[in-house]
């Protein structure tokens, strides 16, 4: 088994401020090898070199630009991939959207994360690794992930502890320094942890794949509503609302015949109305793993209007690329081709947080 890097340290009696220079040179510098260390004696980094210590857990493996989405493919140490997607913003914003874990146990209906078996959660490092790599790829353009979102594959408040570090980290000048504001976890509804995540003492946001606006259909759509009903769910957001004021993004995917009516439009008016809520609209795209539909245009705009004129906040949000569609709020699955020895993307679906693109007349169902 490789040393750690403290046991190589500790073995040759090296002072404890140089674990502080390391890590200045890895999240400030962005180092990609220990010879760029530039406070590092040249021993000591033969040393670190002998002992074939690597700078971090994962590897890159891939990563490719679909108009400003750019998607890195990481493999782990254990073998599996994982996917980290940047979102460059027409602004200055820089926005990655994380994993947290390998596929996805709670098995919504619609999204084909959940439609592969779950492997583990990721730790900690990385999780804070995939905003490295990303980091790493922005450097030459001389400029730094300004957000983070954790959408992408798995359920975060399933694995609270290593996301609620890396969050920590993220945020912590030591790190990456990104402000709270800019952090957003989502999560499908598991009620313990939004009440944790009410006191985590930082400002980060928080927004729920909500995608029914009663109990019947959720729980037909996300089994996790079984467990953790509507009603009980609410409650929770209410006291994160209360506990922060913060407003709570709830994701809504409209799929077609089957949350996209005007009955569901006003079921969810009542449902929120009262509330401190902006409703992100995304529209459904098929894939192999569901058997659902996508929405008619004249739906989407009309369950879109419907929300407005009732005073709820909305946004449509924009897919982003042909290969990438608005729909449970979370990147969906990969199937790895064993064979060629690398990831194989079936439907993504995509969501950047609270962050972009005001609603437009114009139907995302042609985007
Ligand atoms: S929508 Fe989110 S919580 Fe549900 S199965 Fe997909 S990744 Fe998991």
Redesign the pocket.
Same mark, same amino acid.
């Given at each position: 088994m490789t040393q750690t890097i403290e046991e190589l340290f500790q073995e040759n009696k090296v002072p404890k401020f140089r674990l502080k220079q390391l890590q200045h040179a890895i999240y400030k510098d962005l180092i990609t090898d220990y010879d760029e260390i530039s406070t590092f004696p040249q021993w000591l980094k033969d040393k670190i070199k002998e002992a074939k210590i690597p700078l971090t857990t994962m590897e890159l493996i891939e990563s490719h630009r679909s108009g400003n989405t750019v998607k890195f493919v990481l493999k782990t140490h254990d073998g599996h991939f994982i996917e980290s997607v940047l979102i460059e913003h027409k602004d200055e914003r820089k926005t990655v959207c994380v994993s947290c874990q390998v596929f +996805?146990a709670? $098995?919504?209906k619609f +999204?084909a994360? $959940?439609a592969n078996q779950y492997r583990r959660n990721l730790t900690t490092e990385e999780i804070v690794e995939q905003v490295l790599f990303v980091s790493r790829y922005l450097k030459h353009q001389e400029v730094r992930v300004t957000n983070v979102v954790y959408m992408g594959?798995?359920?975060p408040f399933l694995t609270y502890k290593p996301v609620s570090e890396s969050l920590l980290m993220l945020n912590s000048p030591d790190y990456f320094n990104i402000g709270a504001r800019h952090i957003v976890v989502s999560t &499908?509804g598991i009620v313990p942890r939004i009440y944790d995540y009410a006191e985590i003492g930082i400002q980060a946001k928080l927004a729920i &794949?909500l995608h029914a606006p009663n109990q019947k259909l959720r729980s037909e759509m996300?089994p996790?509503s079984d467990r953790y009903p509507l009603d009980d769910l609410m409650k929770a957001c209410d006291y994160f609302v209360e506990k922060t004021g913060k407003r709570i993004s709830y994701e809504y995917v409209l799929i077609g015949n089957v949350n996209d009516q005007i009955e569901h439009a006003r079921e969810l008016v009542e449902l929120l109305i009262d509330r401190k809520a902006h409703v992100n609209l995304l529209v459904y795209n098929p894939h192999e793993f569901a058997d659902y539909k996508m929405p008619m245009e004249k739906d989407v705009i009309a369950f879109r209007n419907y929300l407005k004129t009732r005073g709820i906040e909305v946004t449509i949000r924009k897919s982003m690329g042909d290969d990438i569609s608005g729909a +449970? $709020?979370?990147l &969906?699955g990969k199937q790895l081709d064993k064979k060629k020895n690398k990831a194989v993307f079936a439907q993504r679906e995509f969501f950047d947080g609270d962050l972009e693109i005001k609603d437009k007349s114009k139907s995302p169902a042609k985007a």
């Open positions: +996805c709670v $098995g919504c +999204c994360t $959940g594959m798995g359920e &499908s &794949s996300m996790i +449970c $709020g979370q &969906s």
